[in-house]
Antibody, heavy 122, light 107 residues
Framework: QLQLQESGPRLVKPSETLSLTCTVS??????????WGWIRQSPVRGLEYIGS???????YYSPSLNSRLSMSIDTSKNQFSLTLRSVTAADTAVYYC??????????????WGQGVLVSVSS | EIVLTQSPATLSLSPGERGILSCRAS???????VAWYQQKPGQAPRPLIY???TRASGVPDRFSGSGTGTDFTLTISRLEPEDFAVYFC?????????FGGGTKVDI
């Protein structure tokens, strides 16, 4: 059974960098059948798509986060990661990683991690 | 980007009743690429429908989706107690992917 688990610091200071890793178990992420993505959720902004990465390293980023965002994939560790620079309080949210249906481009999210609350505060 | 507006914000129903949830897009969603998710408190969203009308794996047939263009609907034919939750639509016909604000179905 495919499972995804987010990990990383729960508290980040303003202007610093938020880094999260998603560890996938139950299947290999080294596949051309899916993308691997990040979504966040906050009371103010609701569900917000962050971006997706393919096994080859191809990425799709939300335009609103593109200038601060990097995503990578490590097929040897069966992990993919998110880095968001210069964070503010507006980046406080529950961050989810997910498997993304789609081969040509990211489509819909069929398996989700449990989510991790990341707070931005000094 | 395509903005999705869900209505109503809250739908108050009783078990056994039918629920109809609306998702309206600010512009046509190509290929009717709309998905629906259910979210319960403290849990991640769970996929219900993709491609506007195809049920995801393991989803009961009381859930059905329809729509095309800019108007999409999720119907729950007979509400079960476990169906009281928040429902989100998402479009993937145009980049960037976007979500609606959600409809809460409560008693």
């Amino acid at each position: 059974q495919l499972q995804l688990q987010e990990s990383g610091p729960r508290l980040v200071k303003p202007s610093e960098t938020l880094s999260l890793t998603c560890t996938v178990s139950g299947d290999s992420i080294n596949t051309n059948s899916y993308y691997w993505g990040w979504i966040r959720q906050s009371p103010v902004r609701g569900l917000e798509y962050i971006g997706s990465v393919f096994y080859s390293g191809t990425t799709y980023y939300s335009p609103s986060l593109n200038s601060r965002l990097s995503m990578s994939i490590d097929t040897s560790k069966n992990q993919f990661s998110l880095t968001l620079r210069s964070v503010t309080a507006a980046d406080t949210a529950v961050y989810y990683c997910a498997r993304v249906q789609g081969v040509v481009r990211p489509d819909w999210f069929d398996v989700w991690g449990q989510g991790v609350l990341v707070s931005v505060s000094s | 980007e395509i903005v999705l507006t869900q209505s109503p914000a809250t739908l108050s129903l009783s078990p056994g009743e039918r629920g109809i949830l609306s998702c309206r897009a600010s512009q046509r969603v190509p290929s009717s690429y709309v998905a629906w998710y259910q979210q319960k408190p403290g849990q991640a969203p769970r996929p219900l429908i993709y491609g506007s009308a195809t049920r995801a794996s393991g989803v009961p047939d009381r859930f059905s989706g329809s729509g095309t263009g800019t108007d999409f609907t999720l119907t729950i034919s007979r509400l079960e107690p476990e169906d009281f939750a928040v429902y989100f639509c998402q479009q993937y016909g145009s980049s960037p992917l976007t979500f609606g604000g959600g409809t809460k179905v409560d008693i």
